[in-house]
């Protein structure tokens, strides 16, 4: 119910806004490119919510007085860079990517977890431009596989993400904005069993969705 309804909203501020055109701001006038960077998001705990993403850590033990010993290893990474083109004043479409991976190692050596993501789709923004802000709708759709390896055993899932958001682009200057948006996004990651022990199942994942990034207007070459 609430993603019909965030998805209806959506849609009507794009009619809304080709009904009623106004001085349209250059950055978003029809020919230009559109390229982004954007926060991940995150309903599961599987990918950050940086921008762009790397990071270490070390975890450690100790019992009574006795030093301090080695546990885990982390190491996290994560990219969403974005491309679009305005079709018309105010619209762009484009493709997104999701790259991501992460990794868990024990001390002992022998307890690893590995995982990584990839996923790409396509998506739609449109600008209701006001005097100094840039109000948006946006729907977006993903579609990609996650990967996670424990020790000898790997698992595949593949994953299908659609969202609907609603938002605002702060302009920095003549060709950068700061966007925040929210919405509701819904994931299915499903895994096909391949063995005996395996077997079929799917996480169905939904919830609110705050995000943040920097956009870039270029004009054509």
Not at 1 to 7: D, E, Q
Request: net charge negative; charged share 20%; hydrophobic share 35%.
């Amino acid at each position: 119910m609430k993603k019909n309804t965030l998805l209806s909203v959506v849609f009507a501020l794009v009619v809304t806004g080709l009904m009623a055109q106004s001085e349209i701001p250059q950055q978003l006038q029809k020919g230009n490119l559109l390229l982004a960077v954007t926060s991940s998001i995150s309903m599961d705990g599987s990918w950050g919510s940086e921008v762009f993403g790397i990071g270490f850590s070390n975890t450690k033990t100790k019992q009574g007085s006795d030093p301090a010993e080695d546990y885990y290893r982390c190491t996290v990474w994560n990219l969403l860079p974005r491309g679009g083109y305005f079709v018309i004043d105010n619209l762009a479409v484009g493709l997104e990517f999701l790259v991501s991976g992460y990794s868990e190692k024990h001390d002992d050596g022998y307890d690893t977890w590995k995982e990584s993501t990839f996923g790409a789709g396509p998506f739609i923004r449109y600008y209701y431009p006001l005097d100094r802000l840039y109000p948006f709708g946006e729907v977006e759709m993903l579609i990609g596989t996650n990967k996670e390896s424990y020790n000898d055993n790997d698992y595949k899932y593949n994953i299908f993400l659609v969202g609907g958001y609603l938002g605002v682009a702060v302009p920095l200057g003549e060709r950068v904005t700061f966007d925040i948006k929210t919405g509701y996004a819904h994931l299915t990651s499903s895994h096909k069993g391949s063995e005996m022990e395996d077997y079929d199942h799917k996480y169905l994942t939904g919830g609110i969705v705050i995000a943040m990034g920097f956009s870039i207007y270029l004009p054509m070459p």
